[in-house]
């Protein structure tokens, strides 16, 4: 854990960042692939990646891959424990799901089902689950069930309906199929499941109402499918919900220019995205307030060489020339990327986007970083250093610690100028793949100085 500290404080230093989320978000989110007779490969990958996103959208994720009936259970009481009258909640399943006599159950990974009529105390009834919602008495209750695939008992009987059973929701309640009642979806060829890969890229637009993202994916599945799948939704909601926050409208005017430091004001540069030119003795200084415990510190970053295709800062840290993670320090411990942890792709243009993976090498502690980063558009952000335009950039990184159960996720979002050189306001939060939140925090520019 110590070293996991380690890890996240570095993120931190290198300005990942993450949008501060509502409150009251909670999610259980069950991945099931490892069945004996009729395997999901792509479910628990699912189930990663949509805890990642969930994360990213403020979501506290309660997480079980390849759960028995036993862990089901007990997963689904403590998802009810946290869910509070002002709480949004989310229920997620990818796995097998089969219907029997009307209702609907979902199947554990060490079902051991040789007739159909034990599937009821075999298997988590989709009513206990709506159950639980209904007894906190929140608003707004999500169930998503990537769950209609085939009879995973086919060689010992025959299911007398196939998929899962249309259920009207309950008041304030949507719950989305992966394909209409009575059929069956696809796992998928690729790592995720035809459903939820739709599912994930839909819910990363931002400002997108929970209508708009199902419609986004039904006709995304639809035309996938050549028409075989067509996802499906039942509800009964009364208030909006999106999962991203809108962008915030930017301003139409420029403030003037103004010298640098606090309180100055900047205008905007010729071209918010092109890339960072350093100079030896480029620094800035910034503050950095944790949003767990209310403390703030202070770093300060200096550019002390430049050699071929690396900058080298005074406190250690190594980037490649446009300000990408290669080498970084914090306390004791030195940490390299390989390739670089990336932060821009430039020029940086609103609505272009790009994916990610590297390797983190924390003095022996391994750990695999995959995710994606998308440029949202221009805003004017106000910080101790003044006032200036940016854009606005979000991202999300996906770790996993080799060898060990450590894993997560990094959400950040960051607004990068290049007037200042270097991201000037940035938000970081880092949480455990079972939503431990280790690190949530904000950072400003207070002061800069560049050639």
């Not at 994720?61 to 259970?73: F, T, Y």
């Not at 609103?350 to 993976?357: H, P, Y």
Request: aromatic residues 8%.
């Amino acid at each position: 854990m110590r070293a996991l500290a380690a890890v996240l404080a570095l993120l931190a230093t290198f300005a990942f960042a993450q949008d501060a989320r509502p409150p009251g978000r909670v999610a259980l989110v069950i991945g099931n692939g490892a069945y004996k007779d009729a395997p999901l490969p792509n479910a628990p990958n699912d189930a990663a990646d949509m805890a990642g996103a969930l994360q990213a959208s403020g979501f506290t994720v309660i997480r079980r891959d390849n759960a028995s009936l036993r862990d089901m259970q007990l997963a689904l009481r403590e998802f009810g424990d946290r869910l509070g009258r002002g709480s949004v909640g989310l229920f997620y399943f990818a796995g097998h799901g089969v219907q029997v006599r009307g209702r609907n159950y979902l199947v554990p990974v060490d079902a051991d089902i040789a007739r159909e009529d034990e599937v009821s105390f075999s298997a988590l009834d989709l009513a206990a689950v709506l159950e639980k919602m209904d007894t906190a008495r929140n608003p707004l209750n999500l169930v998503i069930l990537d769950a209609c695939r085939n009879n995973p008992f086919a060689t010992r009987f025959q299911l007398a309906a196939p998929g899962l059973a249309q259920i009207d929701a309950p008041a304030g309640t949507l719950i989305a199929f992966a394909t209409a009642p009575g059929s069956v979806a696809a796992d998928g060829s690729g790592r995720n499941g035809l459903y939820t890969h739709h599912l994930l890229r839909e819910m990363a637009r931002p400002g997108a109402p929970i209508e708009e993202v199902f419609k986004g994916v039904r006709a995304g599945v639809r035309r996938d499918s050549a028409g075989k799948q067509v996802p499906w939704e039942s509800t009964s909601l009364e208030a909006g919900f999106a999962f991203r926050e809108a962008p915030r409208p930017a301003p139409k005017t420029v403030a003037a220019a103004a010298p640098a430091g606090r309180g100055a004001t900047r205008a905007a540069p010729a071209s918010l995205g092109a890339p960072p030119v350093f100079a030896r003795g480029d620094s800035w200084k910034y503050r950095a307030r944790n949003l767990l415990n209310g403390t703030e510190r202070s770093f300060s970053l200096r550019v002390r060489d430049i050699k071929g295709d690396q900058v080298f800062y005074d406190n250690g840290n190594v980037t490649d020339v446009v300000g990408n993670a290669i080498k970084g320090r914090s306390a004791d411990r030195a940490t390299t990327y390989t390739p670089a942890s990336i932060l821009y792709a430039f020029p940086l243009q609103a609505g272009s986007g790009w994916n990610f993976s590297f390797l983190q090498d924390s003095e022996g502690r391994l750990y695999d970083v995959e995710g994606s980063i998308k440029v949202i558009g221009e805003e004017e952000v106000e910080v101790p250093a003044g006032r200036m335009r940016a854009l606005r950039i979000e991202r999300v990184a996906r770790w996993r610690e080799r060898g060990k159960e450590n894993a997560g996720v990094n959400t950040m979002t960051y607004w990068y100028s290049s007037a200042a050189k270097r991201a000037v306001a940035f938000d970081n939060r880092n949480a455990s793949s079972r939503g431990k939140v280790f690190v949530n925090e904000r950072v400003e520019l207070e002061a800069y100085d560049v050639r």
